[in-house]
């Protein structure tokens, strides 16, 4: 062993550095050199636009999403399952504007509603008359824990609520999530997550002591998951978990692992919070329903926006009374978003949420499989070491031997190979996370997905990884 290579995603954890041997380190290095060659190549305009907007924006992104080395691509239109770059590239969109789009870009029918409503006023500070309770009975239908819900501006703010919520209920001080689980970019998420995983490496900016009201769980293991609530049995308020562990690297939970949270959390009253921010439009009643759980809160955003920023949080009666202002004001939990629910957003939400027919979820699930069923047919064929996550129509790509469960298993792809196989994607038309992370939309068919396997199969022959 002889070089350390490695690298950061964009979405989710910083993987640990793989070490290669001597040979296959030089192989790196040349391959590196050629897709990056050839990146630049297509990507002169992006290069510009990057030097422009870092005087500015530092990295050059406006939300801190999209950077990527040595430059992030800057893109200027998208229809369907395809978006276009400023050089003029067009590109298969896996990226899906980071889980936003189930239902690819400009649908028409969310775009109808959405300028429908744009030409009656974007928000008024005050609720449209049917719109909010139009989707939240939507949502409720589809999720029946969600007997209540509220509606927020982004998926962070809300599990930093739901969380908040789950305090004042129960009187207790800490939560419990999962190690390398990520709920947006507060406080309590970002302990054991992004660039600190590790429970000791605390991020910069987080209030002194946060982590102490954090306890960490490990994902997919459910005698130890159990010890640990059992010993914290009085202390946490809520434990919230994601069906698929989205940031690092799309691993879905074991039917087992979400039941027994969901019997432990019962037996010491802690409250279940689902995640569903991700894996929402993977059936007509999201993971809770694919799974038989019902969670006492639940947390949505991206797919439920049409693309434009809306997220909600919602659950049993009896603990979403607390944000109920109809009732005695002395009891309440603050919650006020003045972006959250506003009637732009709410109309493309609906529209989009309607247009998830179970047909759809259907054809996003078929060719999901299909997607990941040709990866594993890659890896064999080229006796490479090449893993498949996900379930439904996401999935994340691995570049290691050992079978991808949780966060530590992840950590041992080899984050110098995956991102330079993405880097090959976005040369052959490919527009993918760095992370290998994606997920098909309802425009696309069989022939995009064989696309993307045929450049897939041509990046890894181009590494020189394998025979």
């Known amino acids: 062993m002889t070089e350390t290579v490695?690298?950061?995603?964009?979405?989710?954890v910083?993987?640990?550095?793989?070490?290669?041997?001597g040979a296959d380190a030089d192989r790196v290095e040349r391959w590196r050199a050629e897709v990056e060659a050839v990146f630049e190549s297509r990507t002169a305009t992006s290069r510009e636009a990057f030097a422009r907007a870092r005087e500015h924006i530092p990295g050059g992104v406006p939300g801190g999403l999209g950077f990527m080395s040595p430059h992030p691509v800057y893109f200027e239109r998208a229809d369907g399952a395809y978006a276009w770059d400023a050089d003029g590239n067009k590109y298969l969109d896996v990226m899906s504007g980071d889980w936003l789009l189930p239902l690819g870009h400009c649908h028409p029918d969310v775009l109808d509603a959405t300028i429908t409503q744009l030409r009656r006023g974007t928000t008024y500070c005050s609720p449209h008359v049917s719109l909010g309770a139009d989707l939240a009975a939507e949502l409720h239908r589809r999720l029946p824990s969600m007997e209540q819900i509220?509606?927020?501006?982004?998926?962070?703010?809300?599990?930093m609520t739901a969380l908040r919520l789950a305090r004042a209920f129960t009187g207790r001080p800490k939560i419990a999530k999962m190690r390398g689980g990520y709920h947006g970019t507060h406080d309590l998420s970002l302990v054991a997550n992004g660039r600190f995983a590790d429970p000791g490496a605390i991020p910069p900016g987080l209030i002194p002591g946060v982590e102490d009201a954090v306890v960490l769980l490990p994902y997919n293991h459910s005698g130890e998951s159990e010890q640990i609530l059992d010993r914290h049995a009085d202390e946490i308020a809520a434990v919230i978990v994601e069906p698929i562990l989205g940031g690092t690297g799309m691993i879905p939970a074991t039917p087992e692992f979400l039941a027994r949270l969901r019997e432990v959390t019962r037996r010491h009253g802690m409250l279940l919070i689902l995640d569903e921010v991700v894996s929402f439009p993977m059936g007509v009643h999201g993971a809770q329903g694919h799974f038989g759980i019902e969670p006492d809160l639940t947390t949505l955003g991206k797919a439920i926006g049409g693309g434009l920023p809306l997220a909600a949080y919602g659950g049993r009666a009896d603990i979403m009374s607390l944000v109920d202002p109809v009732l005695d004001p002395m009891t309440q939990m603050r919650h006020a978003?003045?972006?959250?629910g506003i009637p732009a957003t709410l109309a493309a939400g609906l529209a989009q949420v309607r247009a998830l027919t179970p047909e759809v979820h259907d054809h996003l699930n078929r060719l999901g499989e299909q997607l990941r069923q040709g990866v594993r047919d890659i890896g064999r064929r080229?006796?490479?070491?090449?893993?498949v996550t996900g379930f439904a129509h996401v999935f994340g790509i691995h570049w290691t031997p050992t079978p991808v469960v949780d966060l530590e298993t992840a950590l041992t792809s080899d984050k110098a190979v995956?991102?330079?196989l993405t880097t090959s994607l976005y040369n052959q038309g490919i527009l993918m996370f760095k992370s290998a992370l994606g997920t098909v939309t309802s425009p696309m068919t069989d022939d995009d997905v064989a696309m993307f396997l045929d450049a897939l199969e041509r990046s890894v022959v181009d590494s020189g990884l394998v025979g």
């Open 150 to 159: 509220r509606f927020t501006a982004s998926g962070t703010e809300a599990t």
């Open 337 to 340: 978003t003045t972006l959250g």
């Open 6 to 12: 490695g690298g950061v995603t964009e979405s989710g």
């Open 382 to 387: 080229r006796h490479a070491p090449l893993q």
């Open 418 to 420: 995956t991102n330079l």
């Open 14 to 21: 910083e993987m640990n550095r793989v070490d290669l041997d």
